[in-house]
């Protein structure tokens, strides 16, 4: 028989008889701990059955593949027996809840569907030049005039009604124990120093010039970052990430890095006389200096930082740090795993859910490498997992977050938990496609197999179509002035 419709796939299983189904009415929990983290084992007879874990997160795995096993099969279940191990420690999904907002609701039900596929990683985007979705008690003003943008411009579609909203404390605690329950940590995301449009706005003062700046209603790469010399801008961040920290109890913390133009501190004389005093020579070691001493305020509470890549092109690091790898075009990010460094694998072509099936099938996401040609086999350790980012420029609604992300979340699931040489794209398929009901179940409308793959021309099409769709003469505007002034 064939591998039994569970995704991701199971690293061991045996069908011991197809044509005899299992009695799974009373299953008995036996702990053995000699087993890894998140390890488990399923043995399915016909005169009972057992699952066996080290504690409480591997039973949690252990019934996750027997609620796929149930929803595929109902009461048939044919007696097997199933080991099982994740192949990494970091399997995530990233959901940007800036561009446009989900209800608690709704991200729980995106949570309920990633914990059946064995995610253990929530990174949630809450703010950006669009708005700022965090309820600050210390900064009151960040919330009343920064949490809403005057129109919406991403691509074809004008908005000219405001949008926004924030989460309130109790919202994002709710999230945080809906997570902890299904054993996924959550990680919030600040980006600095740049897409901090939305912060400026309230703030003018911790940018470099001070001039007032607009929340912005497109997408892009904006000019307006925090200054990097003023201390009031380090004692804002400080206090921010003290009260972030307050609502978000586990280790890591995101702090972006990512997309942050310099040109404001080549100018500024408080960016200039603190590369002085540091005896820095580039501006990017300044961004470097701040990720440092972030680092370094988050390290004295416990947590360590996570980056996006564009943060190795500063030579002055924090330890411990651990860079997602979206976009690596300076080829940093295979040297520093090389040197110990650890990695997420977020490959924006495969893994950037927000771009259509006809721009990236399912399949080059399902056959995406984490690991690097020029990596050296000792550092292959260093590349922790994979995670998948929803970015939401261009989704409205939930309908479409959930026909983007679904099945692609599941593509990524395997490679996070299924060894490389036990996988196969046409046997996913086939998996993938007995678990969509269950997916419903959930709440969750998948894109229909039929999708997954579109043939060359349809791919011509499509891609030329979303690019056309998504870029508008406001961030073609924008991206010239940012370019400029
Ligand atoms: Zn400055």
Redesign the pocket.
Known sequence: MTCPCIVPKPNRCIVTDAAVFADVRNIRKEVDTSLADGEYTVQLTESGSVITAADEKGFFYAKQTLRQLNAVYGDKIPCMVIQDAPAFAHRGFMLDSVRHMQSIDEIKTLIDAAAVFKFNVFHWHLSDDQGFRFESETFPELIEQSSVRPSSDFGDVHDSNPYGGYYTKAQMREIVQYCHDRFITVIPEFDLPGHTSAVLHAKPEL???GEAVKIKTCGGVFPDI?????DE?YDFLYALLDEVCDVFPDEYIHIGGDEAPKK??QT?????K?MKELHFTDEEQLQGYMTCRMAEHLGKKGRKVICWNETLASDVLPQDLIIQNWMDRKKQCTPFANKGGKVIYSDYYHYYTDYPYDMTPVKKTYSADPFAQDLFPAAYQNIVGVETPIWTEHVRDFSRLCYVTWPRFAAVSETGWTKKENKDYNDFKRRMIALLPLLSEIGIQAAPPEDWDPNPVKRLFGTATFFMHTVNKEMIVNFLKGNKD
């Open positions: 940018s470099c010039t925090l200054c990097g010399g003023k801008v404001h501190w500024c004389v408080h960016c200039q603190k």
